[in-house]
């Protein structure tokens, strides 16, 4: 029943392939006429085959013979569905081994070793506590569409009399036969494999639905139009992929293995769901081949690349020894520890080589690492304003009536750009090896926690019944902008002679300083207005400076240009 019911996202797929055929769907035709003309015939026969979508005459020698009016029919259903699957003369029939590239294989085994990740590290952020919430800056529904968007733009060049690989049947059939596979085998792991989400909320993470769902689109969009009429399409169609795969990670409700098994999922369903449907139709309904005379790995290896992998500091935990005495004298040291899980690396590159051997080129990568106890440093927080509750409660009841404590960032989001030059190493015409070495600029982005404090005013000397509330960072961790310097190792094969799959081992480094800012009673300013209030001597500090050590393990994929 609950594969039946996660049968849903096929539904989007379904209405728009019955909306789009409703136009074939119409009355069969009753009436015809012809412009006034004279023929000299002996016999007037109409050809109902309508190979071309239209009535044809046939004409013999003999006497004249005149019709007026013009001809105007709609072509029945019959007609329609026989021509969406007419072999175009000189289209070759793809063999079903010709459909699989098998590169989602590797994707969906990452996934699998990548779920360690999970193991001592909590996975509900509700903490069963209402007092602690997450309030991540980054919420986003527009995963929701995204996973769509390949397969909408499919649609949308057909319907348009682009023509790509099929005509729309046969890809309509295509893309049903992907989408089930893929439904198969998504619902079939989630609710054996039962993963808690990051964010507890239901325990069917992995894999991720939405990834794989844009990443068979994607391969869908690949196969219609980026192997047939420009590999542009195909890099605009995994990058919305990728994309999707980000957003499902930044809104907390997938693990970096979720995203990484359904991205090879959707590969795999896609080009099986072709692979099939090969098997089935032949060569009926086919438009175009793939292309031809286009540059390879070999000949050219300039190139553009759409990656994803999986980021391991050679630090997991960041540890800061500040010290929180209100005389600042050492009486009250403290230690923050801050437990990194495996981070998420997402990136586009390119670059133009000279020749087989060397170019030039650069790369923009993001990579997102989230804090596992981040809810337990949240929770001590709050440990920690209920030590002190007794001690307002003594002395001014009701300065403090209630307390939330908000996440609003668990992850460290760090940007780099980098450019230098890049080598090649071809070692066939499906195989190369390359390497890079790169540098630039690393910018991060802060961790926080915000505390919004509820209660009443202490104003001249006494309780008031004014009442007051206020928000402030009671803690965040930043990071400078530095210098970062990094290289790699990548494996390309060579699928066809312009699209590549390639799976690549990076290394960056960086050496950056950390700023933690912890302010705990930051609500002064509202409860006791009257008083003097030094928020730079009431907030501690602690500071320590890494060699940040990144390795990167992931895949691309790769247009030759």
């Known amino acids: 029943m609950i594969i039946i019911v996660q049968m849903k996202r096929l539904l989007p797929i379904v209405f728009i392939f019955c909306w789009l055929c409703q136009p074939a769907w119409g009355e069969l035709p009753t009436e015809f006429s012809f412009d006034e003309t004279s023929f000299e015939v002996g016999e007037l026969e109409l050809d109902m085959s309508l190979a071309n979508r239209a009535p044809s005459l046939s004409l013999t020698e003999g006497e004249t013979w005149s019709a007026s009016a013009s001809t105007s029919a709609s072509p029945s259903v019959s007609s329609w569905v026989s021509s969406n699957f007419n072999t175009h003369e000189g289209v070759k029939p793809y063999r079903f081994i010709d459909d699989l590239s098998f590169a989602g294989v590797p994707l969906f085994v990452a996934g699998i070793i990548a779920k360690q990740e999970k193991h001592g590290f909590r996975q509900d952020y509700k903490n069963d506590n209402p007092k602690l919430r997450l309030v991540s800056h980054f919420k986003t529904t527009v995963d929701n569409y995204t996973q769509y968007a390949p397969l909408a733009a499919t649609a949308a060049l057909n319907l348009a009399g682009v023509k790509g690989r099929s005509s729309f049947l046969r890809m309509g059939a295509s893309s049903l036969m992907s989408y089930a596979v893929m439904a198969g085998l998504v619902n079939g792991i989630k609710y054996t494999s039962k993963e808690m989400r990051p964010d507890g909320s239901t325990a069917n993470s992995w894999p991720s639905g939405h990834t794989a769902t844009a990443f068979t689109a994607a391969t869908i969009l690949h196969k219609e139009y980026g192997m047939t009429v420009s590999p542009w399409y195909s890099v605009g169609a995994y990058a919305v992929a990728t994309a999707t795969g980000a957003m499902r990670v930044l809104n907390n409700r997938h693990w970096v293995s979720d995203v990484l098994s359904g991205a090879g999922i959707g590969i795999m369903s896609g080009e099986l769901g072709y692979a099939l449907c090969d098997l089935i139709f032949k060569g009926k309904g086919l438009y175009m081949n793939d292309l031809g005379d286009y540059p390879d790995i070999y000949n050219d290896p300039s190139f553009f690349a759409v990656s994803m992998g999986i980021g391991i500091d050679n630090h997991k935990t960041l540890s800061f020894t500040y010290d929180n005495s209100y005389e600042q004298d050492g009486s009250d040291m403290r230690q923050l520890d801050l437990k990194f899980r495996n981070s998420t690396v997402l990136g586009i590159e390119g670059a133009y080589f000279f020749n087989k051997y060397v170019g030039v080129g650069g790369r923009l990568k993001i990579r997102t690492t989230p804090v596992g106890n981040f809810p337990d440093i949240a929770e001590g927080m709050y440990d920690g304003f209920e030590a ?6 003594f002395f001014s009841p009701n300065l403090v009536t209630d307390v939330y404590f908000d996440i609003e960032s668990d992850h460290l989001t760090e940007f780099v750009a980098s450019v230098g030059p890049y080598f090649n190493l071809p070692l066939g015409k499906r195989f190369a090896l390359g390497t890079k070495f790169l540098a630039g600029r690393s910018t991060t982005n802060a961790l926080d926690i915000d505390a919004t404090y509820y209660g009443n005013v202490y104003r001249d000397d006494k309780m008031t019944d004014e009442e007051y509330d206020i928000t402030w960072n009671a803690l965040t961790v930043d990071a400078n902008s530095t210098f970062s310097w990094g290289s790699g190792l990548s494996l390309t094969f060579a699928y066809r002679s312009n699209f590549s799959w390639r799976a690549f081992v990076d290394y960056d480094h960086t050496r950056k300083t950390y700023t933690m800012s912890y302010l705990e009673e930051g609500f ?38």
Do not use: I
Request: proline share 7%.
């Open 388 to 393: 002190m509750q007794e001690y307002y409660d």
């Open 524 to 561: 002064w300013p509202a409860a006791y207005p009257a008083m003097p209030y030094n928020e730079e001597q009431m907030t501690v500090r602690g500071k320590l400076t890494h060699n940040m050590a990144t390795w990167t393990l992931g895949g691309s994929f790769v247009v030759s240009f």
